[in-house]
């Protein structure tokens, strides 16, 4: 029902927010699924490329990974297989077989250990921490050598999300809202005192399937960003029209005479709420109906 409602949302609001969004403002959406590092072993510069090969089925950040790297100075590649779990694992096998391995086994390494092999040429092992670059070690042939990647994050399945301003700045929504993306912009509004950007978001709960509202329908609301008149944020605002973590559900729309205005009834906790969106000013409000609601016993209002 929820997927029906978002779909049946975007189809018809795709026409009628065009209007109300400045063109010299726009959101570029790069979902990463491969990454490519700089880094060094033993001292030695090295390039390492890996992609995603499988889902954990238990966490989207936990996944099997398939790549190589090489010594700058050769430029040879060399194979890497191995899991992320927020950390590297990474093997270079001297066999077909030693890599198939890896890419049948379920990555369930969440609450448990990832698995570990023995009959590796190689054995990368990269932790990440909290600065502008991870540090590891590597196996091979008995000894152990320092590996160093000059990136702040190992993850290779970054949702970012580029919003691009009409004086040339850009913002990277997955650091200044969340790391789960799913954000649209929907309005836009500047006067002399301040700017602002309404978004529609729809996104995961948890990244852990099996964790609090990890199998829940999507998070979906509304967000605004407000700025001053030289693009830098001032202000941030978020309304929930459905969302498992915050008790939330959408209910119905409420129909309006004008096509600027979009109104949705929204249940949180035992409160009908009725959420107002003002596309030609880019703002949302909120008013509180009736207390003491059950859902259960009123299906629709008015």
């Not at 030693?98 to 092992?125: A, H, R, V």
């Not at 978020?238 to 129909?255: G, I, M, Q, R």
Request: hydrophobic residues 35%.
């Amino acid at each position: 029902m929820k997927k029906m409602i978002t779909f049946c949302f975007l189809l018809g609001s795709i026409f009628l927010f065009a209007q109300f969004i400045d063109p010299k403002i726009s959101l570029q959406k790069d979902w990463q699924t491969s990454a490519t590092f700089k880094g060094k072993v033993a001292g030695q510069p090295i390039t390492m490329y890996l992609e995603y090969l499988g889902h954990s089925g238990w966490h989207d950040k936990v996944f099997t990974v398939k790549g190589w790297y090489y010594y700058d100075k050769y430029k040879q590649k060399i194979p890497l297989m191995g899991f992320y779990n927020g950390n590297l694992m990474l093997y270079n096998f001297d066999s077909e077989q030693g890599f198939k391995q890896i890419s049948d086994e379920e990555s369930f390494c969440w609450t448990s250990p990832c698995p570990e092999f023995s009959n590796y040429n190689e054995f990368l092992q990269i932790s990440q921490g909290s600065g502008k670059s991870q540090n590891g070690k590597m196996k091979h042939n008995g000894k152990q050598y320092r590996i160093q990647i000059f990136k702040d994050d190992l993850d290779i399945t970054l949702r970012n999300e580029w919003l691009n301003l009409p004086n040339g700045k850009k913002y990277n929504l997955r650091r200044v809202l969340d790391e789960y993306g799913g954000n649209e912009i929907i309005s836009t509004f500047e006067d002399k005192k301040e700017n602002r950007i309404l978004f529609y978001f729809e996104r995961d709960s948890n990244f852990n399937k099996q964790g609090f509202c990890g199998a829940s329908e999507p998070e979906t609301g509304y967000r605004i960003l407000t700025f001053d008149k030289h693009w830098k944020i001032r202000k941030f605002q978020v309304y929930s029209t459905n969302s498992c973590l915050a008790n939330v559900f959408y209910h119905k729309e409420y129909k309006t005479k004008y096509d600027f205005v979009k109104a949705f009834f929204v249940v949180y906790e035992n409160t009908l709420n009725l959420l107002v969106l003002n596309l030609k000013n880019a703002t949302f409000s909120s008013t509180v109906m009736r207390y003491n609601y059950d859902p259960s016993q009123h299906m629709w209002v008015w």
